[in-house]
Antibody, heavy 121, light 107 residues
């Protein structure tokens, strides 16, 4: 069974950069879309973007100017950086494996347990 | 962006009930829709993809139908362990978008 685990600071100061890493175990990264999804407390889910195993990326336009994602298949890890954070970026951040579901893009079949990140001074 | 409107937002039900949730997309998304179950403090779990395909290991009391803009998710014979929030997600176009969620709890 594929497992994903997020890691990173739980508290980030306003205007600084949020950084998270997701480590994948019991599975290959090849041919999957590795995504980040967030959920503000008590609210719904927002897709942030994906990094493909090849390294190509696509981000949600609502966050595109502040987001970057990288993948390191040798370490079986991928990462998220979100710069210039504000209190509105406070959320649980999930990493997830995206699997292409015809005829469209991806559904998410495996998720990490989530990492709570609070933006506060 | 494709908007996905989910209803109702809250659904009180009894054990054994048939529960139905709907999602409406702002444009035709064919059958590019999935359904997730999220229990408090946990990550979402994929239940259904391609509008009606059951993910491996998911009980058959969960089902989904629909195509185009209108979709339905059903739980037959609600069990106590089904108490959760359910989300739909469209994947016809980027950015991927989720419905607002339906909280299913016991009456």
């Amino acid at each position: 069974q594929v497992q994903l685990q997020e890691a990173g600071p739980g508290l980030v100061k306003p205007s600084e950069t949020l950084s998270l890493t997701c480590t994948v175990s019991n599975g290959s990264m090849n041919y999957y879309y590795w995504s980040w999804i967030r959920q503000p407390p008590g609210k719904g889910l927002e897709w942030i973007g994906y990094v493909y195993y090849s390294g190509s990326t696509t981000y949600n336009p609502s966050l595109e100017s502040r987001v970057s994602m990288l993948i390191d298949t040798s370490k079986i890890q991928f990462s998220l950086k979100l710069k210039s954070v504000t209190a509105a970026d406070t959320a649980v951040y999930y990493c997830a494996r995206g699997v292409i579901a015809a005829p469209g893009w991806m559904a998410f079949d495996f998720w990490g347990q989530g990492a709570m990140v609070t933006v506060s001074s | 962006d494709i908007q996905v409107t989910q209803s109702p937002s809250s659904l009180p039900a009894s054990v054994g009930d048939r529960v139905t949730i709907t999602c409406r997309a702002s444009q035709d998304i064919s059958n590019s829709l999935s359904w997730y179950q999220q229990k408090p403090g946990k990550a979402p779990k994929l239940l259904i993809y391609d509008a009606s395909e059951l993910e491996t290991g998911v009980p058959s009391r969960f089902s989904g139908t629909g195509s185009g803009t209108d979709f339905t998710f059903t739980i037959d014979r609600l069990q106590p362990g089904d108490i959760a929030t359910y989300y739909c997600q469209q994947y016809d176009n980027l950015p991927l978008t989720f419905g607002g969620g339906t909280r299913v709890d016991l009456k």
